[in-house]
């Protein structure tokens, strides 16, 4: 048993890592497309202004988005990201009410704090972070 838990955690921890980087990356990246690209196509951003607060936060999940899906200064965007997804709980949902289930902010929790995670893991095996 023991044989199988090394293997797990040399061969595939930093793989999986990867996976939820690459995963999470992807989803947070649709969010600034949404905002700044109308797609997938959200009526709320509709008439967004890329000088307002979202059109702000859209430009650092396109970008930052893109970085993490390659795996590229991994730990300073997610770092990044991460700060973001914090402001943007307090700012968005907190005044809704103290529940996240109930104010719509579990989104915002789960990527804040899986960028926190990777600020300090890193990129994983498959990012361009490992090529030197």
């Known amino acids: 048993m023991s044989a199988l838990i090394a293997q797990l955690d040399t061969l595939w921890s930093p793989r999986l890592l990867s996976v939820l980087r690459i995963i999470t990356a992807f989803l947070f990246l649709q969010h600034g ?12 951003f ?4 890329l000088f307002s607060l979202i059109g702000f936060a859209g430009l650092l ?11 590229l200064f991994t730990r300073p965007v997610a770092f990044i990201l991460s ?8 700012i ?3 005044p809704k009410g103290l529940i996240p289930l109930l104010n719509g902010g ?12 990777l600020a300090a ?5 498959w990012s361009l972070d490992r090529r030197q």
Not at 61 to 71: M, P, S, Y
């Open 92 to 94: 968005g949902h907190a």
């Open 33 to 44: 497309t949404a905002k700044l690209f109308g797609f997938p196509h959200v009526a709320f």
């Open 46 to 49: 509709d008439e967004l202004s």
């Open 121 to 125: 893991a890193g990129g994983g095996a």
């Open 83 to 90: 700060g973001e997804m914090a402001f943007a709980y307090f």
């Open 106 to 117: 579990e989104p915002a929790i789960l990527f804040c704090f899986i960028f926190l995670y």
């Open 61 to 71: 999940e396109v970008v930052g988005g893109l970085l993490l899906v390659l795996g």
